[in-house]
C-alpha cells in the first residue's frame, strides 16, 4: 500500500508525532526487548531497564505508556526505543514511521537539502542488501579461506552470525552488479561507500575485495557501513566505509547494537581497539564490550556510551601504542562525564589473544583489577615526566582540566590532595590550577533541589480526582473554573494537576507518558497505578 505522505520542515509538529504514536502497536515493539504477558487491561514483564526477579514493567495500550514501579522508567514508544537502544528521538520517529506507513519528507533548508526518509531508508536497503550478499559469500564454497580464519580466529558460528560477518570476493565489480540487479543506482552505491569510480577509464569497482567484513550495526538493527581485513596479498591491512550520509567517522561504536541491553544492565561497557577484540569478548560472556571502529575514542562517541551508563573500563593493547590509545580514551572519558578506569594488560597481549590462550578467568581478573581513570593518567604522566619543576608544571596542567570537571566535590578535593602529596606541591597552587583550567566543570545540583523536602502526604482522593480528568479530559476547563485544584493538599500532586490542565488546554488531551515524566519521582509510581 501507498505510504501516507507528511511534508514537515524543522522542528517535527506534535500531530505528525502522535499520527505515528497512534499508529503503533506499543505492546509489540516493547515486545520485541522483554517478554510481556497480559495482567487485565495491561502487560507485564521483567525491566529491562534494571536488574530484577519479580516483574514490576507494565505497558498499557490504551494509553500507550510504560512505568515499572521498581526503576520509576516511564515514558511513551518513543521513550522506549531512544533509551534501550540509544538512538535520537529524530531516528526513532523516523523508523517507527516507516513502519507506520507514513512517510516524512523534510522541506529545502537555506543550509541545503536534509536527507528524506525515502532516501535514508534506500540508502539502509542497499548496505542490508551488501551485507547479505557478504554474508552469502562467506557460508558459499567462495567463503572458504575466510571461514578458515574465523575458525583460526576461534570464532565460532553462533558468535559470526550475530555480528554478521561477509567475505568479500576478489572479484573487480561484483557489488556494481549487485546494486543494478536490485534495483540501485551505482551513484548511490558510490554515495555510501561501497564501490569507487575508477581513476583511469570508465567504470567502478568494488571498496571491499578479498576480505573479511565486519558490518557496522547499529542499535535498532540498522547498517551504516562496514570494516574490512584483507586476508591476504597487498593493500592496508583494514579498510572502513568512508564518510557517507550515514557514517560519520568517530560518531558510532561498533557492537554496540549487540551490547547495549548488556551495558545498561552492567552498568558498565568495556572499550577495546579491534573488532574482533569485541567480537572474542562476547563470545567469552563479556557482552558489554564495544570498539571505536577504526580511530581514537571521541566525545561523540562517549556520549553514545553515556546513553547507556555513565561506567566504562578502557581495555587496550599491552603495547606502547596501546597504552597511549588509553590515556586519550580515558582523558576523553573524564572530560565527557564518565567514570572511566584502565584495565592493564600484559605487554604484547590483546584481548583477543588472551582469551584464547588463557580464558575467561584470567580476563575477569584484570577487569577486576582495573585503576581509576585518573589514577591511572597521575602515575603515568608521573612516570614520564621529570621531578624538575618544569616536568611538575606539565604534570599539573594536563590533571587539572579533569579535576575540575568531576561533578564530585569530595573526589575533586581528594584527588586535588592526592595530586598536592605526590608531585610535593603546595596545595593551594594545585587548587588554582584547578579553578583556573580551561575545561570547565560542569554544574553541581542546587544544594537546596537535595535537601528532603516537608512533603504533605499523598491523599488517595486526590488521586482518583487526578484519574477521572485524564480518563475524561474535556472536563478540566469546568476543573479549572471549580479550583478543585485548591482540593489538592500534596504540593507534587498539584504540580502534576498543573501539567495535566496545560496540556489539555494546548492539545485537548493528556498525554499520559509526557506527564509522568514530569511528575515528581515520590509521587510517580502512586499516579502511574492511579491512572493504568
Keep these: 500500500p501507498k505510504k501516507a505522505e507528511r511534508i514537515v520542515s524543522g522542528r517535527i509538529p506534535d500531530d505528525v508525532k502522535n499520527d505515528i504514536r497512534d499508529q503503533t502497536d506499543i505492546v509489540q515493539i516493547i515486545g520485541q526487548h522483554v517478554e510481556l504477558k497480559r495482567s487485565g487491561t495491561s502487560f507485564k514483564g521483567l525491566c529491562p531497564f534494571h536488574d530484577e526477579k519479580t516483574a514490576s514493567f507494565n505497558v498499557v495500550p490504551d494509553r500507550q505508556f510504560f512505568h515499572c514501579f521498581g526503576c520509576q522508567e516511564s515514558g511513551d514508544v518513543f521513550t522506549f526505543l531512544m533509551k534501550i537502544e540509544g538512538r535520537t528521538f529524530p531516528e526513532v ?22 536527507m528524506r526518509r525515502s532516501d535514508r531508508q534506500e540508502s539502509l536497503d542497499l548496505n542490508s542488501e551488501v551485507a547479505s550478499f557478504y554474508r552469502r559469500c562467506l557460508m558459499d564454497r567462495i567463503g ?16 559470526s552470525e550475530r555480528f554478521m560477518l561477509g567475505f568479500a570476493p576478489a572479484s573487480g565489480d561484483t557489488i556494481v552488479r549487485l546494486a543494478e540487479k536490485k534495483g540501485f543506482s551505482v551513484a548511490l552505491a558510490e554515495k555510501l561507500g561501497v564501490i569507487g569510480r575508477r581513476r583511469h577509464g570508465e567504470g567502478y569497482y568494488d571498496r571491499f575485495w578479498n ?57 558498565q561497557a568495556i572499550v577495546v581497539e579491534g573488532n574482533i577484540d569485541v567480537i572474542q ?146 596545595r593551594g597552587s594545585i587548587v588554582r590550577a584547578v579553578r583556573g583550567s580551561t575545561q570547565p566543570r560542569r554544574s553541581e545540583p542546587d544544594r537546596q533541589s537535595r535537601e528532603k523536602r516537608e512533603v504533605t502526604p499523598l491523599e488517595n482522593d486526590g488521586l482518583a480526582i487526578l484519574a477521572i480528568l485524564i480518563e ?42 509526557r506527564l509522568l515524566q514530569v511528575t515528581a519521582p515520590e509521587i510517580r509510581d502512586a499516579v502511574a497505578e492511579a491512572i493504568m
Excluded at 144 to 159: L, M, Q
Excluded at 313 to 331: N, P, S
Excluded at 477 to 498: C, F, H, M, V, W
Design 144 to 159: 572458504d579461506k575466510a571461514r578458515e580464519y574465523i575458525v583460526s580466529r576461534g570464532i565460532n558460528d553462533e558468535t
Design 211 to 267: 576480505r573479511l567484513i565486519f558490518p557496522l550495526i547499529v542499535p535498532g538493527g540498522d547498517i551504516v557501513g562496514f570494516g574490512g581485513r584483507l586476508l591476504s596479498g597487498d593493500g592496508p591491512k583494514y579498510v572502513n566505509t568512508p564518510e557517507t550520509p550515514l557514517y560519520r567517522k568517530g560518531t558510532t561504536l561498533y557492537g554496540l547494537h549487540a551490547a547495549s541491553k548488556a551495558i545498561r544492565q552492567r552498568d
Design 472 to 513: 475524561n479530559p474535556t472536563l478540566f476547563p469546568r476543573a479549572e473554573q471549580g479550583n478543585i485544584k485548591s482540593l489538592l493538599t500534596n504540593a507534587d500532586l498539584r504540580a502534576t494537576y498543573s501539567a495535566a490542565a496545560e496540556m489539555q488546554a494546548a492539545t485537548g488531551q493528556v498525554e499520559t507518558a
Design 93 to 114: 520517529l523516523e523508523d517507527l514511521a516507516d513502519r507506520a506507513g507514513i512517510e516524512i519528507k523534510r522541506e529545502k533548508f537555506k543550509g541545503g537539502d536534509v
Design 281 to 426: 569478548l562476547h563470545q567469552f560472556g563479556f557482552t558489554n564490550a564495544i570498539a571505536p571502529m577504526g580511530t581514537a575514542l571521541t566525545d561523540r562517541q562517549v556520549g553514545l556510551i553515556r546513553r547507556f551508563s555513565g561506567r566504562a573500563t578502557v581495555l587496550f593493547d599491552g603495547d606502547d601504542a596501546g597504552r597511549a590509545a588509553a590515556r586519550k580514551a580515558v582523558q576523553v572519558m573524564i572530560a565527557g562525564g564518565i567514570d572511566g578506569k584502565v584495565a592493564a594488560l600484559p605487554t604484547g597481549v590483546d584481548p583477543d589473544s588472551l582469551l584464547v590462550e588463557q580464558g575467561e578467568e584470567a580476563m575477569r581478573t584484570i577487569l577486576d583489577r582495573g585503576v581509576e581513570g585518573l589514577d591511572y593518567l597521575m602515575a603515568d604522566l608521573q612516570a614520564s615526566h621529570d621531578n624538575t619543576v618544569l616536568g611538575k608544571v606539565k604534570v599539573v596542567d594536563k590533571i587539572a582540566p579533569l579535576i575540575g570537571s568531576l561533578d564530585d566535590s569530595v573526589a575533586r578535593d581528594l584527588y586535588v590532595d592526592r595530586l598536592s602529596m605526590a608531585l610535593e606541591v603546595d
